[in-house]
C-alpha cells in the first residue's frame, strides 16, 4: 500500500498550482532560496512566500497575466505583504530565466515596497520552440 505523508489539504493546494504547460516548475515546489545583498537577507519560497529578513514582502498569487489573460510563465507575482508604512503592501515580482543552478541573481526595489527579484532556474530552459520539435518528431 502507498502511504501519503502529505495531508488532504496539502494535496488541494498543490492541485491548485500551476507549474507551468509542462508542469517544468514543479521542481521548485517547497524550495526556498536565499540572497544577501549586504542589509538583508531576502528568500524566496517559490509556490508560498518572500521575505526581507523576517518581514513578508509576498506571498504566491499566481504567474504575472498577458495582456490575453494568459499566464506568463517567465514572471511570478506575491503580493499581499506585510503593510508599508504609508504605503501599499509589500509585494515581489520574480523574473524568472533560464541559468544552469536554481539561484536569485538580483533584487531590487524599483518602488517603495514593491521588491523585484531575477531568478535563473534549470526549469525556465524549456522553449516553446523545442515543444514545437518534440511534437514535430511525433
Excluded at 12 to 26: A, S, T, V, Y
Excluded at 64 to 78: A, F, I, L, T
Excluded at 127 to 133: A, C, L
Amino acid at each position: 500500500a502507498v502511504v501519503s505523508t502529505q495531508s488532504t489539504g496539502e494535496m488541494e493546494k498543490l492541485n491548485g498550482i500551476d507549474f507551468g504547460p509542462e508542469e517544468e516548475f514543479f521542481s521548485l515546489w517547497g524550495q526556498c532560496f536565499e540572497h544577501y545583498d549586504g542589509k538583508y537577507k531576502y528568500s524566496l519560497c517559490h509556490f508560498d512566500q518572500s521575505k526581507q529578513d523576517s518581514t513578508s514582502i509576498g506571498k504566491w498569487e499566481g504567474w504575472q497575466k498577458g495582456s490575453d489573460g494568459r499566464p506568463n510563465y517567465g514572471v511570478m507575482m506575491y503580493t499581499r505583504g506585510a503593510s508599508c508604512w504609508q504605503g501599499p503592501n509589500r509585494s515581489t515580482r520574480v523574473e524568472v530565466q533560464c541559468g544552469s543552478q536554481n539561484e536569485i541573481v538580483s533584487i531590487g526595489e524599483p518602488a517603495k515596497c514593491e521588491y523585484a527579484f531575477v531568478f535563473k532556474t534549470p526549469a525556465a530552459c524549456i522553449t516553446i520552440q523545442d515543444e514545437h520539435e518534440i511534437h514535430d518528431e511525433l
